[in-house]
């Protein structure tokens, strides 16, 4: 995976922020500038040939501005620390940022720091400027705030976890078991988190996103499920974790097919990218290619961060006696029987009813391949595929199931309801285990 990129969606002054900042901190510089074409345009209503994007380095920290439109605005919940050698520096480059912009926390010393100003510029970016010896000059950090307080550790938790090359440096509670402040390395970035919970009315927007370029599509898919768990999914490998944070989780091969020095090609991979949800590579590729793509059943995939070790997720999920207990997608159903050959080649059965007795169906199929406690996969007997993954670290496991869809009900309709019995699962699982 790519270094950790943050990810800032402006109305039209994409180009002129990015001037700002490299014109500010040392060292810095603009890698690219992308414009829209044909289905970007359509797709955000902005023109044709405008500047889409602007690729620029800072501080040794690569980001991407957009102009996206007047869709999101900046908040102070994502904000960047500025770690300065010198009070000189501090002071040269408060004064640019700062210029045309609001203070939030004046400059002067703290018992912090002896040196430090926290300011948002003209274009609504926030900055903490500090006098610090960090080998880091630009930190992102994370406010959690509002609705989201009490939830800063629990993204730590969940963010070292799923990430690569992620762990926690030092961190420091408050009384009530929030944190006051932690330094997190994550995908070899460090990164400040912090609690507050004084009346701040800001909390967090998709105005800034953190960009996660992955290797291959498995740790796109185990990186994608697990932070949109509990949280919302957006197009093009958009989401907004159950935190408030949003990322952009998407292949890094997607780059060179988008950026294509034939615009036939680039713009058809654009146009299959923009119907996509989760960022499926090799149908980008097919789509670059410009292969029709061939005709089989939607896969769709659901997801849960489960609280229990690995082998326990594979004992619960596999067992009879505990299938009839969470299998059910709602409180008016029951599972009234489960049968389970756990073997490649064995089948496994059970039958569904609702608790009314009106009305129910039987689920079986037949193991293709079975490998605890990690790995799951089966046809059932319409033929349909479907693979389920225990991907567990200490006391957590993420589970992922991706399966044809059938074509009777729609594809939102039957991912609704394999997430609910998951969330069954998941609430029997961490009750039990």
């Known amino acids: 995976m790519k270094t950790l990129q943050p990810f800032l969606w402006f109305d039209d002054q994409a180009e002129s922020a990015a001037d700002l900042y490299v014109k500010t901190f040392p060292g ?236 036939v090609k680039a713009e058809r991979t654009m146009k299959a990218m923009l119907q996509m949800t989760r960022i499926d590579l090799a149908a980008l590729e097919r789509a670059y290619r410009g292969e029709e793509a061939a005709e089989a059943k939607p896969r769709i995939s659901v997801s849960a961060i489960v609280g229990v070790p690995a082998a326990k997720a594979w004992e619960f999920w596999t067992g009879p006696a505990h299938i009839v207990q969470w299998n059910q997608a709602s409180e008016d159903w029951h599972t009234t029987r489960a049968e389970n050959d756990l073997r490649v080649g064995g089948s496994f059965a059970s039958r569904m009813e609702a608790k009314d007795g009106s009305a129910g169906f039987d689920f079986g199929g037949v193991y293709d391949e079975v490998s605890p406690p990690r790995r799951l996969a089966y046809t059932l007997g319409d033929g349909r595929r479907v693979e389920v993954t225990f991907d567990g670290e200490g006391g957590s496991t993420l589970v992922r199931e991706m399966f044809d869809a059938e074509g009777t009900n729609a594809p939102e309709v039957q991912r609704q309801g394999w997430q609910s019995i998951l969330d069954h699962f998941r609430t029997y699982a961490e009750r039990e285990g």
């Open 28 to 263: 810095s510089r603009i890698d690219s500038v992308d414009r829209y074409h044909d289905s970007g345009a359509e797709a955000s209503g902005q023109p044709k040939e405008s500047v889409m994007s602007v690729s620029f380095e800072i501080g040794g920290l690569s980001f991407v501005a957009l102009n996206g439109g007047p869709i999101y605005s900046f908040s102070p919940s994502v904000s960047f620390f500025v770690n300065c050698p010198t009070v000189q520096e501090v002071d040269r480059i408060w004064a640019a940022l700062s210029e045309g912009g609001e203070v939030m926390m004046d400059l002067g010393a703290y018992p912090f720091s002896e040196r430090y100003g926290w300011v948002t510029d003209r274009f609504g970016v926030g900055w903490q400027v500090t006098l610090s010896q960090s080998q880091q000059l630009i930190v992102p950090g994370l406010l959690f705030t509002k609705d989201h307080y009490g939830k800063g550790q629990p993204a730590i938790d969940t963010y070292t976890w799923l990430l690569p090359d992620s762990h926690v440096v030092r961190e420091e509670l408050q009384a009530d078991g929030t944190v006051l402040h932690a330094s997190l390395v994550l995908n070899g970035t460090q990164v400040a988190v912090m609690e507050n919970n004084a009346g701040h009315e800001f909390d967090f927007t998709p105005a800034i996103s953190f960009l996660l370029a992955c290797d291959s599509q498995d740790e796109l898919d185990r990186v994608y499920c697990g932070l949109s768990d509990g949280g919302e999914i957006m197009p093009c490998g958009w989401l907004t974790d159950r935190f408030g944070v949003t990322w952009q989780v998407v292949p890094a091969a997607m780059f060179d097919l988008l950026q294509d020095e034939d615009p």
